[in-house]
């Protein structure tokens, strides 16, 4: 089993940046993909990105394409979201899920989910 655990949340201006985290627990966090999802209020949760578990592939929504990386460390079981030229649109609570099958934009394919950590993007 994987616990996974985000942070880094917060409010920040239109423009600015943040970088979430994803801690997760347990030995066979390089052995899943891992994505990362959102969720505003109101509105189905939607694929950001998703990482290989090798970090070799990525994949991004079109909506944060070039403004968002998403990148793991293996050594530190830690996946991270870097999100710069934020927009109020962006604003949602983040989920970071692990997939033992593969990297996917289907929400429904992934096993582990975190609680979640709130990003609220002023104008």
């Known amino acids: 089993q994987v616990q996974l655990v985000e942070s880094g949340g917060g409010l920040v201006q239109a423009g600015g940046s943040l970088r979430l985290s994803c801690a997760a627990s347990g030995r066979t966090f390089s052995s899943y993909a891992m994505g990362w999802f959102r969720q505003a209020p109101g509105k189905e949760r939607e694929f950001v990105a998703a990482i290989s578990w090798s970090g070799g592939s990525t994949y991004y929504a079109d909506s944060v394409k070039g403004r968002f990386t998403i990148s793991r460390d293996n050594a530190k079981n830690t996946v991270y979201l870097q999100m710069n030229s934020l927009k109020p649109e962006d604003t949602a609570v983040y989920y970071c899920?692990?997939?033992?099958?593969?990297?996917?934009?289907?929400?429904?394919?992934?096993?582990?989910w975190g609680q979640g950590t709130q990003v609220t993007v002023s104008s």
């Open positions: 899920a692990a997939d033992s099958l593969g990297p996917t934009v289907s929400r429904y394919e992934y096993d582990y």
